[in-house]
């Protein structure tokens, strides 16, 4: 009888095979319970990389390059999912809530944050800057529990649709700040100057270059699939694939550019949703989405957890501590209520908004991408900083999103479990 020493490929399979299973069972499995979907996979992945017979170590700055663009891919899914399953008709107005997130909560937050990495950590002006445009946005992939739900499932409430709405956006406007970093370490050694290429090139240009691109994009998009010949239109086919075809075209053309991609990808699907908003065909694009964008998040929070158990915190001190619980329980949730200010809602919503402001896939990948253009001299410690934000973030959000969420449509005399009501918790994209 043959030894039991599988073929590593084998055991990869294998393994792929089990995260596939619990990519469609572990949502209806979490419904109810006071649990996240990132939390499970956190826990599988420290389990499975604290086996002696695992020699991997998958710490992001031992692999720069894979870290950065796989965090990248799993971010344009998410923005795609985030913007198809949007009903509310574009306009600003309609929309003033995200505009109040993004245009005072996260400068805001950018400015207190890199103050406490200067004053705090001691962290050099750029550095400091970095780390605070990397945890300004509140992450289209781990916020899906507090989004709306797949396309047409009923009225959005001001809570959900403020969280889409602004993860979707900040991603793409957080961007000039992580460039702002990178130019300043680059720029303030020699005496360059930097203000007029920051403000024209990567603020002015890369934004409105974003934004039209995505749109052109998007009415592309939505003229094949919904507007052309019977015959051929693209929504015959009823392949949702459609929708991860707009997210890398539009991310690809706009980058090849030199504006956006992420900005990009959610006006493309803004767009897309617009061209024929009550097609049944958007539930198909929004499915294949949703999937897709599940598995890699669930891929690469395992790999997290690989990391924890892996050393990813042992540069950890005191103060990082610290400045990790204030990020998270003093800055955001200051910031958001000062952006609400004069907004209609009620407390309990405006305590929401501000309290789920949160950190993760989006984090990994502004971090990698301004580690791997400027000079850093401890990569380490800006890891292991990120990484306990993230790992907070996790395990706060994740442990409060389902009890506060089901509280807040039972005030609104919603049924949770009904059909086409705004999901709890877990349902959509998993983060």
């Not at 891919?73 to 008709?89: P, Q, S, T």
């Not at 000039?176 to 100057?193: I, S, T, W």
Request: charged share 15%.
């Amino acid at each position: 009888m043959q030894s039991l020493s599988p073929d590593p490929y084998i055991l990869i399979l294998t393994g792929a095979g089990l995260l596939i299973a619990l990519v469609a069972w572990l949502p209806l499995a979490l419904k109810r319970l006071p649990l996240s979907l990132p939390i499970v996979c956190i826990g599988i992945g420290a389990a499975i990389f604290l086996l002696p017979q695992v020699t991997l170590r998958p710490l992001p700055y031992r692999y720069p390059e894979i870290t950065e663009r796989f965090a990248e891919f799993v971010v344009i899914i998410a923005l795609m999912g985030a913007g198809l399953k949007i009903d509310r008709v574009f306009g600003w107005r309609r929309w003033s809530i995200t505009w109040r997130l993004l245009a005072i909560t996260m400068p805001l937050g950018i400015v207190a944050i890199a103050a406490l990495g200067v004053k705090v950590l001691g962290l050099p002006l750029a550095v400091a800057l970095l780390i605070a445009a990397s945890l300004a946005p509140t992450d289209p992939v781990l916020a899906a529990d507090v989004q709306v739900g797949p396309p047409k499932t009923g009225d959005e409430d001001e809570v959900r649709f403020g969280l889409t709405s602004e993860a979707g956006l900040n991603d793409g406007a957080a961007f000039p700040f992580v460039h702002l970093a990178v130019l300043l370490a680059v720029a303030l050694p020699v005496g360059k100057p930097w203000v007029v290429e920051w403000l024209t090139y990567r603020v002015l240009w890369e934004i409105a270059g974003g934004i039209v691109g995505g749109w052109l994009v998007g009415r592309a998009f939505g003229w094949l699939t919904f507007h052309i010949p019977a015959e051929t239109k693209l929504a015959r086919t009823g392949d949702g694939l459609i929708a991860i075809s707009a997210t890398l075209v539009s991310y690809g053309l706009t980058e090849i550019v030199h504006v956006y991609g992420f900005l990009a990808v959610f006006v493309t699907a803004l767009t897309f949703r617009s061209a024929h908003r009550d097609h049944e065909f958007q539930d198909e694009m929004h499915a294949i989405t949703e999937q897709i964008e599940r598995l890699a998040m669930m891929v690469l929070l395992i790999l997290f957890g690989g990391a924890l158990v892996s050393g990813l915190l042992t540069p950890i001190i005191w103060v990082d501590v610290v400045v990790a619980l204030v990020v998270l329980l003093v800055i955001r949730p200051v910031t958001g209520w000062i952006g609400l200010l004069g907004w209609a809602g009620d407390r309990d919503e405006k305590l929401t908004l501000s309290f789920f402001g949160i950190r993760g896939v989006g984090s990994i990948y502004y971090l990698a991408y301004g580690i791997n253009h400027m000079p850093v001299a401890d990569a380490e410690h800006l890891w292991a900083i990120v990484g306990l934000i993230i790992l907070l973030s996790i395990l706060l959000h994740g442990l409060t999103v389902t009890p506060i969420m089901r509280s807040l449509d039972e005030r609104r005399g919603v049924d949770p479990e009904a059909k086409g009501a705004p999901p709890p918790g877990l349902q959509g994209p998993a983060l």
